[in-house]
């Protein structure tokens, strides 16, 4: 799945979204959990902005010097016997990969939880030359079982999904005969899932955070996939964008702690494993060969620009679980692999405009992200210069609305237009008015009249108003 | 072994450009301003982290239980029972002799037909298959983080990191002293040894309790590729 995964336009997007109410009442109730975890555990470290203060400053400095730490990162994984490719494009990456593969003569990969894979389109890719490849996260596990369905989350890529749905997909497609418990659909999973962890040549990771100072990588997660993949089979691949790189362990922890209590509300999660290179001589387990693939795909464009700061993101998605916009179109609504407020502001850097214009003008600059956020994005804000960019210097916003816009232009500052336009509006408008409001209206109203009603213009202007007021003085 | 690095110039000097900039040999880390990770359970006791960790295992859905090193081959042997026995997958550890468990494990656990397997890198793939196929994996913990209940595993040719991860079940044994209040402390003690001339192991696993998924529907299940149920036996030893 490449990072666009819808060819529907945006609107019909949402409006199939919107009127699937299992969605929306599972990412509602999903929302309030993630959230409500999220603050008690923010709560229970107390000093939480002090927290984010220090989570922002470490992301900060390794965006201003990432040349250098990924040169250290990658000096010190070579030193331990590893191998680091630098792929500018996705394409590069995911050719590399399929290269490593064919030369081992792999058939049978194990991939664990990785978004920046699904942004390279790795699997197709590996499929096309050949390879059997296994999704081994139980919600990806889902989703690739019922005909590569789209994530919807970045942590929780089934959220969409309810468990009836689920067993009907295990029914149809794994042989299931079990109910529609989620232990009995998870017990099902590792059954099936276990034997091909031991079977595969091949495992595939992403990279929660990349340590310089020793050429360590990490993972993070719950199920213990990502410690199969890395443990069993005898090539290991880890793909990581470039920006997720820390200096050393004191700062790692600092953000493994920010983005296990924002992602699920824990200390930490149930598997945090830090790996350096193959295994080590008399090692019996863990990859015999390892290497780091490294992805720029339009990362480094954002480098110096007003929206660097994105690249502080650790992909806990506490700004998901936040979004009143996310809350009621779903992840599905966005197109893209990263969906709300993070992919809102990303997806238009990494895949651009043209696909992704209408995102950033799907929120309400609430700043409910922001204030979620661990590393301090200010996620608004980066909407809000999306639109501007657009508007200002892409010519970009709809036609009714650069049209409205002119003649209101052309209307406001010519004082006679002025007078007369004020004067007719109300006549003008109503043949739309019943009980001083506008239900139907015309044009780019239509859109707002939909939903609700708009208020008539009233009969007597301001201007007259105000004259009277003042009783003519 | 050697490594490789492939088409990293081009790559760096680009970042270096956007940054508008020449690309860095040398960068000091600044001291950071804030340092919150420093001020948690700072005034802690070792009695105060173990009573920290006793509260956290209900959060993770882990059983402890307490004993002196003079029974703990007794409260090692209950756990193993609750279980359902063999067969075991342990790590090859001083500490078990050390700790005293040397009896149970040659003599007594085999003489009621439990199978114990330790840890013997010359067997080679065979180490993973006896994983695999164990209902326990025990391993001690190098060091124990109060704040999350986390057992750090530090692996090596002795330390198969299948032992805490295939098996059914797992138990940690974990000395008392090596509690700290933090994953804080846990990365000191990694930069320590860095800064001491040793390498970093190949791996390095911070596990906390059972394996668990919320994937389907939001809803809890302990149990999806790891361990679907895990103990720890804390041991009285300072």
Known sequence: MAMKFSKKNFTDRTKDNISDDFMRQAVASAQERLHGRRLDAAEELGSWEEWRSHGEEIRQHVLENLDYYLHQLSENVSQRGGHVFFAMTAEEASEYIRDVIKKKEGKKVVKSKSMVTEEINLNNVLEEAGCEVIE?????????????????????PALHKNREQIREVFAEKLDYHNTSKPEELAL??????????????????????????????????????????????????????MERVVPSFEEFEVLVSLLTRSAVGQKLTSYVTALTGPRDEGDVDGPEEFHLVIVDNGRSEILGTEFQ????????????????????????????????????????LLGGYDDFKELPFASTLCGACTDACPVKIPLHELLHSHRRIMVEEEGRSPISERLAMKAFGIGASSNPLYSMGSKVASTAMKPLTKNDRISKGPGPLKDWTDLREFPAVGNTRFRDWFYDQKGGK | MVGSIQNRDAFLDKIAAQLGREPKKKVEKPIWKHQPQRTVLADASIDDLLEVLRVQCEQIHTDIVETTK??????????????GGGPLSLWKDERFGEYGLSDLLETKWPSEQIEVNSWNSSLGEKN?????????????????????????????????RSVSLLPTHYIALIPKSTLVPRITQASDMIREKLNNGEQVPSCINFITGPSNSADIEMNLVIGVHGPIKASYIVIEDC
Do not use: W
């Not at chain 1, 034997?195 to 990771?205: P, V």
């Not at chain 1, 806990?316 to 993070?342: E, M």
């Open chain 1, 136 to 156: 081994t996260d139980l919600g990806e596990y889902i989703l690739q079982v019922d005909d590569h369905d789209p994530p919807s989350h970045i942590v929780a």
């Open chain 2, 70 to 83: 003079e029974l703990l081959p007794v409260a090692l042997d209950e756990v193993v029972k609750a279980y």
């Open chain 2, 128 to 160: 993973i298959e006896l994983a695999e196929r164990a209902n326990i994996g025990i391993t001690f913990s190098d060091m124990t983080l109060a704040e999350s209940g986390t057992v750090v595993l530090f692996s090596s040719a002795d330390k198969g």
């Open chain 1, 188 to 241: 099902h999973a590792r059954e099936k899932l276990r034997q091909e962890f031991l079977d595969a040549d091949i495992g595939i990771t992403g990279c929660n955070f990349a340590i310089a100072e020793t050429g360590s990588i990490s993972l993070v997660t719950n199920e213990g996939n990502a410690r199969l993949v890395s443990a069993l089979p005898k090539t290991q691949i880890t793909v990581m964008g």
């Open chain 1, 309 to 348: 700061s994105v690249l502080q993101c650790i992909r806990c998605a506490a700004c998901v679980n936040v979004c009143p916009v996310y809350r009621h179109i779903g992840g599905h609504s966005y197109g893209s692999i990263y969906s709300g407020p993070i992919g809102a502001v990303l997806s238009p």
